[in-house]
């Protein structure tokens, strides 16, 4: 029975994805961060109640619940990011677990776990059909450690002495499970803590009597400017954000710690731009050119600055990296909301609504171009560098779930 089939008949399994699947259609989970604590939590489900034999059968069944609620949602990019990241260290774990079993069968130590920094260049069914020393040194053996049982043998021998290896790890595949769970636990921890450890070097971007403009609510920013309040007195301008007005949100949390706090229109944004020091925005997503995704009026927020050559700060935690890029050319956004807000009923008696489009971009695109540097759980960055980290996160194999 295949992976993906078993995923059909275990009925514990797909109850689960369902239940999550069903939350997503109907918007019952909002927001980048809470999908994907959503979806990391049922990964660590799946994997704790998955029956398999192999590497291959259980990215199958990761990959086919992974694919079924990205298309629940596909515009919370954060989780097909989650599965990516999981499949890329369940097959990190299994490569470990492997090496250190091929190593043990022939009386030989080897480092417990395959640096993560490494280029995951070996598919899985290539992983261990090689004893070449390419392969012994990404997977951290030095030369002298090439066990004797196969230095010994010519190459045909060493292939198939390397294939029962694979096979008899594979009899005991289900042994790698505790480390798989403990892997998606440092996910899981990751994501709990990403607000404090975007902010944790926040003093170090904003400096006394700066003026700060943002635009709407992130609780990113918001836990940036609030660790920065303990140390510096500054000012933050904000825009109100119409129609959601999610801005008047940002300003009353603000104000409320003693940060000194101006709520503007979104119509004074350039006017006002002129005194500005920085401008710090959210993301929804970042992709993998380094343009943003992030709440409207983000791109007229950057354009402004660029006009006055004041700097952009994106606040966002690195699960909203996606290797993805923008195809949503018309309106550059990946959501819409209620055309109501911008045009009420009562507003449109007057208007011959057959020649009128009412659009509500709920997001905006702001280009690399806009963009000076991503403050994120993991360091700073400028928006080149996005791609290369997005290499070291996921498996070019899992760009399309």
């Not at 994805?17 to 809470?34: D, K, N, W």
Request: contains cysteine; glycine residues 4%; charged residues 20%.
């Amino acid at each position: 029975m295949t992976a993906t089939a078993s995923t059909i008949r275990d009925k514990t399994i797909q109850r689960h994805v369902e239940t999550l699947v069903l939350r997503l259609r109907r918007r019952q989970i909002v927001g980048s961060h809470a999908a994907a604590l959503e979806t990391v939590l049922l990964l660590r489900q799946i994997v704790s109640a998955a029956k398999f034999t192999s590497l291959e059968q259980l990215v199958s069944l990761v990959k086919t619940a992974g694919r079924q609620l990205v298309e629940a949602q596909p515009k919370e990019y954060s989780v097909g990011n989650t599965v990516r990241k999981v499949l890329r260290l369940i097959r990190e774990e299994f490569h470990a677990a492997a090496a250190a079993a091929m190593a043990g069968s022939s009386g030989t130590s080897t480092p417990a776990t395959r640096p993560a920094s490494l280029p995951n260049v070996l598919s899985p069914g290539q992983a261990f059909a090689s004893s070449s020393l390419a392969n012994f040194v990404l997977l951290g053996h030095p030369r002298s450690h090439l066990p004797q049982s196969l230095a010994d043998h010519p190459p045909s021998h060493r292939h198939q002495a390397q294939h029962l290896d694979i096979d008899d790890f594979n009899k005991k595949a289900v042994s790698v499970k505790p480390a798989l769970i403990a892997a998606i636990q440092e996910v899981i921890d990751e994501l709990e803590t990403v607000y404090e450890n975007v902010a944790k070097n926040a003093r170090d971007h904003i400096h006394s009597d700066e003026i700060i403009l943002t635009i709407g609510y992130s609780r990113t920013v918001e836990a940036f400017l609030k660790s920065a309040a303990h140390y510096r007195r500054f000012t933050v301008i904000v825009a109100e954000t119409a129609p959601s007005y999610s801005g008047c949100e940002m300003a009353q949390s603000l104000a409320s710690v003693g940060i000194s706090t101006v709520l503007v229109p979104d119509s004074c944004i350039y006017s006002l731009m002129s005194r500005v020091n920085k401008v710090m925005l959210g993301a929804h997503a970042v992709l993998a050119n380094g343009g943003i995704f992030g709440i409207a009026g983000s791109l007229l927020a950057a354009t402004a600055a660029r006009a006055h050559a004041t700097p952009v700060v994106i606040c966002t935690g690195q699960f909203k990296f996606t290797p993805l890029w923008n195809l949503y050319h018309d309106f550059a956004a990946v959501d819409f909301g209620d055309p109501a807000e911008v045009l009420g009923v009562q507003d449109s008696d007057c208007v011959n609504m057959d020649q009128v489009d009412v659009v509500n971009p709920y997001f905006d695109y702001v280009k690399p171009e806009l963009v000076d540097v991503l403050v994120t759980n993991d360091g700073d960055h400028p928006p080149s560098f996005v791609h290369r980290l997005v290499k070291e996160t996921y498996d070019d194999e899992d760009t399309d779930l």
